[in-house]
T-cell receptor, first 113, second 111 residues
């Protein structure tokens, strides 16, 4: 069985402050890891992915995430947020050999001016 | 725009009616997925195609749901005898390998 836990359902942060959105997963096999962003009334946009190699992954819009196998985590970070980063963020995993993604319940990031 | 497109974007129907949604994936992508997203939740997997073959179906996909991808290009998702519990955002995604790229979704409201 697999699961994805996004511990924080809502994260308010002031503009230009750093932010970390937490993601933990459980799986009996190796996984690939993803972060997606969803703006209101839109589909999901890929921010970044970890398939193999370096555990620090850089994505679009200044976001990065670090895969920590021992802690089964894949936290998303940005050193300085903008108003336009206000959105819902989803962490997702795909087990090796599986066809589909398994998503967390999302974290709503609100950037305060 | 060469992304994933979905039509219609919104659909309001009465309980018991049939509805059909269409997804046009990115042209070179051979893999196509349907997900369902309800309010406050992450997307949940419904079904997966590789080319025209439907290779996997979730237990969420009841007998009232059917999906096709007849020529390995666009796909349709049909829901028969809709129920209020079917109200959700239906998302289509496609990929070649690695990450899935999502369309804007079709929001279904069943009255």
């Amino acid at each position: 069985a697999q699961s994805v836990t996004q511990l924080d359902s809502q994260v308010p942060v002031f503009e230009e402050a750093p932010v970390e959105l937490r993601c933990n997963y459980s799986s009996s096999v190796s996984v690939y890891l993803f972060w997606y962003v969803q703006y209101p009334n839109q589909g999901l946009q890929l921010l970044l992915k970890y398939l193999s190699g370096s555990t620090l992954v850089k994505g679009i819009n200044g976001f990065e995430a670090e895969f920590n196998k021992s802690q089964t985590s894949f936290h998303l970070r940005k050193p300085s947020v903008h108003i336009s980063d206000t959105a819902e963020y989803f962490c997702a995993v795909r087990q090796t050999g599986a066809n589909n993604l398994f998503f967390g319940t999302g974290t709503r990031l609100t950037v305060i001016p | 725009d060469t992304g994933v497109s979905q039509n219609p974007r919104h659909k309001i129907t009465k309980r018991g009616q049939n509805v059909t949604f269409r997804c046009d994936p990115i042209s070179e992508h051979n893999r196509l997925y349907w997900y369902r997203q309800t309010l406050g939740q992450g997307p949940e997997f419904l079904t997966y195609f590789q080319n025209e073959a439907q290779l996997e179906k979730s237990r969420l996909l009841s007998d009232r749901f059917s999906a096709e991808r007849p020529k390995g290009s666009f796909s349709t998702l049909e829901i028969q005898r809709t129920e209020q519990g079917d109200s959700a955002m239906y998302l289509c995604a496609s990929s070649l390998s690695g990450a899935e790229f999502f369309g804007p979704g079709t929001r279904l409201t069943v009255l």
